[in-house]
């Protein structure tokens, strides 16, 4: 976890009203002249480093609609046992054989930040709570989607039992293979956002995350961390793997 | 037809064929449908529906989140420049005076016109056939943005969502509608090759008068 890849530059990217104009401009006047030599060439200039800017504060834009269009109360639709998506596809920044393998005997849930009980929590712990179960539709950041079964403890009472600041921003997780999101809190506290222990009727498997994911029908696949070994909350972003990449960090659905 | 507005006007030998703000939004909206395609082509690649993918030198964006940040950038644009557009057409009859009347019979006679080499092109008035092809791309449009909804957003607006079929479905409708909306366009520029003088309007907006027009 200490060798994340380069953050963007978060200084760039809330600049004054002024820059804001500036830009806006020179979005408009290269961009016109982009997108006609881009699509008549067929040359790649998408790397200019105003036009990043502006789709990186553009993607910042629709974090905060998205934020504003999440509605709390608003499930995603469960579907019949039937309607269950398999073999259910695996995706990761690796290949299925390079899954993490955690030992449940041994694992140990890390608490950071904003809460107020931070002692570790064991899988017996978590597999003693209440679980809920939900047949749900995973969608991908691809376009692909699939329908699964998830079982596991409502996110929203586990923070509430860790004593959870639940009016800081963000949650974030680090987990066993080194990858690392975040998300909102409105988001963290949904119903349907569930700390997964089971998939189908099973332990959940290595592929899909053991010991433990986190699973929100309200994000996209990626927003939904696997083997997860650390959770914390706080006011100041904390990025994510695919996200400080360029990949939308609000991503809902 | 009650007092529509003055188009085509005269000036002089020339006629006022396309107004400032149907211009304005014309050029616009090619600029962000171009990267709507090309970086919608390029998320297309990440998973493609159906057996084939779009040769990656017509795509935008470099990777999919290259191709995601410009397809929801250029989203905005295309979204508030068609707003203004169909303001515009609603309130200042726009879409009144150039779409109407149409009616099945008209486009059939234009059909037989057509297909008896006696196509019409009156500068300033289109005929039936482009009033049904403009008119059905302008649903196109709103149809693509919909389903875009829809993919975007299927927890948020899933009763939009469930109409076309949940998700997956959803992205059918969204493919289907970006295919129809590639086949106007290049219908459109075909035509504009073959009858190049209604290119200079939309830059302009006015036309030389031309000998050759029909006048009903």
């Known amino acids: 976890m200490t060798d994340k890849p380069k953050k963007p530059d978060r200084a760039l990217i809330a600049p004054s009203a002024e820059i804001r104009r500036i830009e806006r401009r020179l979005f408009l006047r290269q961009g016109l002249s982009l997108g006609a030599i881009t699509l008549l060439a067929g040359c790649d200039i998408t790397n200019a480093e105003t036009v990043q800017r502006v789709l990186w504060r553009m993607s910042r834009w629709n974090d905060r609609v998205q934020a504003a269009i999440f509605d709390a109360n608003k499930l995603a639709l469960e579907y019949p046992e039937s309607a269950i998506t398999k073999p259910f596809p695996f995706n990761g920044f690796y290949p299925e054989a390079e899954a993490p393998r955690v030992d449940g005997a041994t694992y140990k849930l890390e608490l950071g930040g904003l809460i107020r009980d931070k002692a570790p929590w064991t899988l017996e712990r978590l597999n003693a709570m209440p679980q809920t179960s939900q047949i749900t539709r995973h969608i991908c950041v691809e376009g692909w989607s699939a329908i699964g079964k998830w079982s596991g403890v409502t996110f929203g009472t586990f923070l509430e039992r860790v004593g959870a600041d639940l009016s800081a921003k963000y949650v974030g997780f680090k987990c066993a293979d080194d990858y690392y999101t975040s998300i909102d809190m409105p988001t963290a506290l949904h119903p349907q956002t569930q700390m997964t222990l089971r998939f189908g009727d099973e332990v959940l498997p290595t592929a899909y995350g053991f010991p433990m994911k986190l699973r929100m029908p309200t994000k996209l696949g990626f927003k939904n961390p696997k083997h997860i070994t650390a959770i914390f909350v706080t006011n100041d972003d904390p990025g994510g793997y695919w996200e400080d990449q360029g990949y939308n960090w609000f991503s809902g659905s | ?216």
């Not at chain 2, 188009?7 to 400032?20: E, F, M, N, Q």
């Open chain 2, 1 to 216: 037809m009650t007092e529509p507005e003055p188009l085509p006007s005269a000036r002089g030998d020339k006629i006022r064929v396309h107004p400032l703000v149907v211009r304005i939004t014309h050029w616009v909206n090619v600029f962000a449908i171009l990267i709507m395609i090309a970086s919608g082509w390029r998320i297309y690649n990440a998973s493609p529906l159906f057996d084939f993918k779009f040769p990656a030198e017509l795509t935008l964006g470099g990777w999919l989140a290259g191709a995601l940040q410009w397809h929801f950038a250029a989203m905005w644009l295309l979204v508030l420049n068609g707003l203004v557009y169909l303001s515009y057409g609603i309130f200042f009859r726009h879409f009144k005076s150039s779409f109407l009347p149409l009616t099945p019979r008209l486009v059939g006679q234009e059909l037989g016109r057509a297909l008896r080499g006696r196509i019409s092109h009156e500068l300033g008035v289109y005929n039936a056939v482009q009033r049904a092809a403009y008119i059905g791309v302008i649903c196109v449009a709103i149809v693509l943005v919909l389903s875009g909804l829809a993919i975007w957003k299927p927890v948020q607006f899933q009763e939009l969502a469930l109409l076309m079929g949940d998700y997956e479905g959803a992205r059918l409708v969204h493919f289907i509608a970006m295919a129809l909306l590639v086949t106007f366009v290049l219908v459109h520029v075909v035509m504009v090759a073959l009858v190049p003088r209604t290119f200079l309007p939309m830059l302009t907006g006015y036309a030389k008068r031309h000998p050759h027009g029909e006048e009903s």
